[in-house]
């Protein structure tokens, strides 16, 4: 092992032994300056609950919230990547209506709150669409990302040169075809870091779903919390939830950029 590499695991070893003091050290503070009583078994009870007549073990109240976040992000994303596709290729359209109606709808949601975008979504346009309060905060989230992914898009294929474009005319390729075969494969190395932050961010975003009362991670915790009084223990436990979710999608992401790197 060279010593760069040496001093490399020392250093580690180091943040790791600060991390673990600091953390020790708010805990302390914790319980004797604020006469706190840590319940860890508060988790456990709210995470898994026992059948009593079948005896198997199901997902109780945490668990069931954490199953309705990771519905959110898939099928938000899923959603989000479609429309923040098409909205990035009408930025990029030589027709100048969908050009502006795709302009005027990303400025309009990129210049919201987010806070005010669901509110106005949920008690305005969900109810005029019948949409159950699932399906409104899937919708929801999916358009407040997707103006974000339009503009990632947009810059990922403008950042492609000219010349490509030219090249494949001088070929006699239309423009379709131009941009599919040619393109977009080379914009896509380049918007797959942002993108997977976007998304990583979608994640987070879905927290505010659960101030239209959707059974979410966040929403789910606030009501254990109240019935408990276990502040510490819980929010702890669901930011590391957050925290295991964020980072799985930032490893694929990663594998991903580097498996499109080697084609």
Known sequence: MTRSGRWLRLGDHLLLAVLV????????????GLNYNWRWSVIARYAFLRDPETGRWAANTLLRGFGTTLYLAV?????????????????????????????????????????????????FLSSQLQLGALASGVVCLAMLQSAYVAEIVRAG????????????ASLGLSRTTTLRDIVLPQALRRVLPPLVNQLTSLVKDSSIISLISIPELTYAASEVVASTRAVFE?????AVLY???????????GRLERRLSHV
Do not use: H, K
């Not at 819980?234 to 669901?238: L, Y």
């Not at 925290?243 to 992401?253: D, E, K, Q, R, T």
């Open 21 to 32: 003091v600091v953390l020790a050290a708010l805990v302390y503070r914790v319980s004797a």
């Open 75 to 123: 099928s938000g994303s899923i959603l989000a990547l479609v429309a923040g596709v098409g909205l990035g290729l009408g930025r990029l359209s030589g027709a100048r209506l969908p050009r502006a109606l795709a302009r005027t709808y990303v400025e309009l949601v990129r210049n919201t709150p987010p806070l005010v975008f669901v509110f106005v979504f949920y008690f």
């Open 157 to 168: 294929v403008q950042s492609v040169g000219r010349g490509q474009w030219e090249a494949a």
């Open 234 to 238: 819980v929010w702890i436990f669901v």
């Open 243 to 253: 925290f295991v979710l964020c980072s799985s999608i930032a490893l694929l992401g």
